[in-house]
Every structure is written in structure tokens, then in C-alpha cells.
């Protein structure tokens, strides 16, 4: 199975877009993809935070807003 390249990527994700898309939705959906893919490596390489840790560390931020 080939790798599919960043350009192939950017590419057909601009590709993808609707016909009266501006600049600003073409980075807008780069910019989202990215940040896909970063997400997707560090689950890979096992970065991730358990969902009591999310959950602790919502209570205590929104408990800090409150006050």
C-alpha cells in the first residue's frame, strides 16, 4: 500500500471543497486536517489523557471560574 503525500493530501482537500469556496475555507480545512493527523500520532505514540484526568481537570478549571 502506497503513502499518500502531504501535497496529494492538500490537494485533494482543496479539491474537496465546494466551487465558492474562499482561502479562507481552504486553510480553514488544512488547518483542521492537521490538526487531525497530530491528534492521530500522538494517540499512536500513546499521548493521550484518560477521561477521569479530562473530566478532573474540567471541574477544577470550571471551579476556578466560578470563583
Known amino acids: 500500500m502506497s503513502q499518500v ?4 493530501k492538500i490537494v485533494r482537500a482543496v479539491e474537496e471543497l ?3 469556496a474562499t ?3 481552504a ?3 488544512l488547518v483542521f486536517l492537521h ?3 497530530v491528534g492521530l ?8 489523557v484518560p477521561l ?4 478532573a481537570r474540567l471541574k ?8
Open 27 to 29: 486553510i480553514e480545512r
Open 5 to 8: 503525500t502531504t501535497k496529494a
Open 41 to 48: 500520532k500522538q494517540v499512536e505514540e500513546g499521548k493521550t
Open 23 to 25: 482561502i479562507e475555507d
Open 35 to 37: 490538526k487531525i493527523e
Open 18 to 20: 465546494p466551487e465558492d
Open 60 to 67: 477544577r478549571r470550571r471551579s476556578k471560574e466560578n470563583q
Open 52 to 55: 477521569a484526568e479530562v473530566e
